[in-house]
């Protein structure tokens, strides 16, 4: 089992609709978790941090869920610039990342 | 805000060369860097971890010998493909920790092309 699994989509979402994914994680010790946003042949750039109480930033919601393992992404009033590879990632026992194979994300107008 | 600079953006060198990647932290003290690869429609996967002064810790099935880490200072880090190969082809990408911060900050990453 893959230590942190996301469905790879990719989601087709018209513009303007409201689209959510969703992450597991298989170790019950990760601490930190994170959405990285990731454009074709760029670095990975961070989203949001995700905190058990969940967290809002804009058109973006987070939420952790500890007891289940998972975390998810809610992306309100998408827009075409949404378009993206969305990366979960929660942090190992020495601090390093351990990354989703990605969630991609096609916004049509 | 922190930011780290990568360079070689890409890379495109024979079979067998040496390929030298840097990364620099330009405005805080990166304690720690990890160094990822990335293949196409893949995920990030970590290579090794490096601390200032000290050997890098290598992941399970990172050849410690082909892939050289330096770590010589807090705001330089260097990763070096030795013989490289058609199958090191990759996406090659630096992050540094910043323990005063706690953040992450990602160079840009190098493209390596072996042909």
């Known amino acids: 089992r893959k230590e942190v699994e996301q469905d790879p989509g990719p989601f087709n979402v018209p513009e303007g609709a409201t689209v959510a994914f969703n992450c597991t994680y298989s170790n019950s010790a990760s601490q930190s978790f994170f959405w990285y946003r990731q454009d074709c042949r760029k670095e990975p750039k961070l989203l949001m941090s995700v905190y058990s109480s969940g967290n809002e930033d804009g058109r973006f919601t987070a939420q952790l869920n500890s007891a289940s393992l998972y975390i998810s992404l809610l992306i309100r009033d998408s827009k075409l610039s949404d378009s993206a590879t969305y990366l979960c990632v929660v942090t190992g026992s020495n601090y390093q990342l351990i990354w989703g194979a990605g969630t991609k994300l096609i916004i049509k107008p | 805000g922190a930011v780290v600079s990568q360079h070689p953006s890409w890379v495109i060198c024979k079979s067998g060369t040496s390929v030298k990647i840097e990364c620099r932290s330009l405005?805080?003290?990166?304690?720690?860097m990890f160094w990822y690869r990335q293949f196409p429609k893949q995920s990030l996967m970590l290579m090794a971890t490096s601390n200032e002064g000290s050997k890098a810790t290598y992941e399970q099935g990172v050849e410690k010998d082909k892939f050289l880490i330096n770590h010589a200072s807090l705001t330089l880090s260097t990763l070096t493909v030795t013989s490289a190969h058609p199958e090191d082809s990759s996406f090659y990408i630096c992050s540094a920790r910043d323990h005063g911060q706690h953040g992450y900050t990602f160079g840009s990453g190098t493209r390596l092309t072996v042909v």
């Open positions: 405005d805080f003290q990166a304690t720690t």
